[in-house]
């Protein structure tokens, strides 16, 4: 069939932030749906953002209501979100209670109130809450399957979008006739996992439309339900074309390593064990970035903004007025129960908002701590989808890893990500002349060539300071006890640097 | 919420005269109350609620003690509680206009139950829809100062 011909489905909004991209675009429009959920899982909230987000005085919606929470209640606490627009009742939403009809008559009664009170009504949205209550009396499977053919039918062909609600359980997917006759299936639940709560949304089938599958974390906050992408609202968005930019660290002796700095859109990783200088590090390659006219943002999540920005003052580098300029935002992402994907959204929400260019985490220690229990165990793999997605729009993500230290190998990070990463800068401590000191080196780089030294460096009052030369009277440097060679050193050469733009 | 009742009385005691003189102005207001917000919170909803009302009013209209909320929601025995009312006020030491106070407390407890669940802007928006032709500039100050 030719593309014209074919009929094009509207699509909706949902009302949900971040449920669109989700369903593919918006909702389809005339679709008969249900949303199931255990109680409490946000179903009731849900149909109201989309009825809010919908309903016109010309195209109303029906919120039908039947036995279960009372609409008085309902709206009581219905109000208390920000989408709830009290303009819009009772013109624009009609709640109307079926209790007595399902109580008192069959069926076949309450398909006819319903066909009344729509053909009346002439609605765009009709929603019925709780559905699952509405056909809980006893009843032949004939007279179910009936009641549920003709109510899909007459909805749609009545030309509204219906949205069915009910606390169903998962093994009942497979025999109830509602979920056949159903265009879209929304599943919302909320699991504890050890002492947090995790909510995830479904979208088992919908009609016609590309959903992103898979389960998408969702929250309830004042302003109702909201929804993360696990595709960070990225999808359909073309990739940024590969940079040749190169961004320094403003620490000439480094940047020189890099062969001139990271390059543009790479992932960044700077692994060491505590006190080494990772979170000096990642300042400094936002304060430069700044200094060259790129804004950037801090996600920190083991100290606070204000914190963060004072030890920066300590080495001289101002984050207090590229923040009041809008050039620098330091996201402290609340230590609870968070998931990628939101932590994702709160970061993306920021980079748009000032077009970042860096992005720095300090740390990903404290990033996995901040998760609920339950998203730690996909760490690796949210990092991942993370990582991607960030570099793909050119932001350069800077991460910093602890690592223990130890002296007997020499790992790179603890959660075996360094395939996520373009580049990986380790510090670590050595044991030289009674001393514990420190030294640096370019573990690896994607996109170029990059030093082999390694080199001792300070932490002052101007930040990380790399010392003379690399450290090439010891043997075993990586070892961190390292053994002095006694021998001049046979090249008598100078720091070796990298041949720029040559590429592993 | 007693001058949002006393309005509504006042303006269905007009509407009395021209439609149906023989129906109390209290029994208008009541029912149209409840034909909206039974279609709104159900039969059982609504008949919780004004029942609530009526307790409410009881303790401070005595003479309402005769008035009982049907199943359906529907008022019953207003239509002895007002003649007796006016016509045993004197012994009672009030006055006829003390009298007719009592359908006024009886809305206006019904009124601030809304108020108390729904809150202001749900309230007046709600007794808006059900007098359309009504003004309210007067009662909407009031609702929301009570809110």
């Known amino acids: 069939m030719n593309t014209e011909d074919r009929v094009k489905i509207n699509k909706l909004p949902t009302g949900v932030p971040g449920l669109d991209e989700i369903v593919g675009g918006g909702l389809p429009e005339f679709s008969f749906n249900i949303i199931a959920g255990a109680p409490g899982s946000g179903k009731t909230t849900l149909a109201h953002q989309f009825v809010f987000a919908n309903a016109t005085p010309e195209r109303p919606a029906l919120y039908f209501t039947v036995l279960g929470e009372s609409s008085i209640k309902m709206l009581r606490y219905q109000q208390q979100y920000t989408f709830f627009d009290p303009a819009k009742l009772p013109d624009s939403i009609r709640f109307i209670n079926l209790s007595q009809v399902v109580l008192e008559k069959d069926l076949g009664a309450v398909l006819e109130e319903i066909t009344r009170e729509v053909t009346k009504a002439n609605p765009a949205v009709v929603v019925v809450d709780s559905f699952r209550t509405m056909v809980r009396k006893p009843q032949s499977d004939l007279d179910l399957q009936s009641f549920i053919q003709g109510l899909a039918l007459f909805l749609a062909s009545w030309q509204a979008t219906t949205f069915l609600i009910g606390e169903y359980a998962e093994d009942e997917l497979r025999d109830n006739p509602i979920f056949t006759v159903a265009d879209g299936l929304f599943w919302l639940r909320q699991t504890p996992e050890r002492n947090s709560i995790v909510r995830k949304l479904q979208i088992i089938k919908l009609r016609g439309q590309d959903s992103v599958p898979g389960l998408h974390t969702f929250r309830i906050t004042d302003a109702g339900v909201q929804a993360f992408s696990r595709t960070f609202g990225l999808s359909g968005r073309v990739k940024d074309p590969p940079s040749h930019r190169r961004l320094c660290f403003g620490i000439p002796e480094l940047d020189k390593m890099l062969g001139g700095g990271v390059r543009e859109g790479d992932s960044v990783l700077v692994a060491g064990s505590s006190g080494t200088g990772k979170s000096v590090l990642a300042t400094q390659f936002i304060a430069e970035g700044i200094s060259q006219g790129e804004p950037g943002i801090v996600a920190v999540f083991e100290e606070r903004p204000q914190a963060y920005a004072e030890r920066a003052t300590t080495l001289g580098l101002d984050l207090e007025t590229p923040q009041k300029d809008g050039k620098l935002k330091i996201l402290y992402l609340r230590p609870l129960d968070l998931s990628v994907d939101e932590t994702m959204h709160s970061i993306l929400d920021a980079v748009q908002k000032i077009g970042a260019k860096r992005l720095v985490i300090d740390s990903l220690a404290g990033f996995e701590m901040a998760l609920s229990p339950g998203f730690r165990a996909d760490f690796r793999e949210s990092l991942y989808r993370m990582i991607f997605a960030l570099t793909g729009i050119g932001v350069t993500i800077l991460s910093t890893v602890e690592v223990d230290e130890s002296f007997i190998e020499f790992p790179f990070s603890t959660y075996s990500i360094s ?24 573990i690896k780089m994607r996109g170029g060539n990059h030093a082999k030294d390694i080199r001792e460096y300070e932490i002052t009052d101007k930040g990380v300071v790399i010392l003379g030369k690399r450290l090439s009277d010891y043997q075993g440097l990586i070892s961190g006890i390292p053994v002095h060679s006694n021998r001049p050193d046979p090249q008598e050469e100078s720091t070796q640097e990298p041949e720029i733009g040559s590429h592993e | 919420m007693r001058d949002l009742a006393r309005y509504l009385l006042a303006y269905e005691a007009v509407a009395c005269k021209t439609s149906d003189p023989v129906e109390s102005a209290t029994l208008r207001v009541y029912e149209k109350l409840r034909q909206s917000l039974g279609a709104f919170a159900g039969v059982f909803g ?24 049907a199943a359906d929601g529907s008022l019953q025995g207003l239509g002895e509680f007002e003649p007796q009312l006016v016509e045993f006020a004197p012994q009672l030491g009030s006055g006829k206009d003390q009298a007719s106070e009592g359908g006024v407390i009886l809305i206006a407890r019904l009124l601030g139950l809304l108020l108390v669940f729904l809150g202001g802007t749900l309230t007046l928006r709600l007794v808006q829809s059900v007098w359309p032709d009504a003004a309210f500039d007067d009662c909407n100050s009031e609702i929301r100062r009570k809110a």
Do not use: H, N
């Open chain 1, 419 to 442: 395939f996520l990463t373009d580049d990986i800068i380790r510090l670590r401590y050595v044991s030289i002349d009674g001393q514990l000191r420190k030294v640096m080196v370019v």
């Open chain 2, 46 to 69: 609504f008949q919780a609620l004004a029942f609530r009302a009526l307790t409410q009013a009881k303790s401070e209209a005595p003479g309402l003690w005769a008035v009982q909320i």
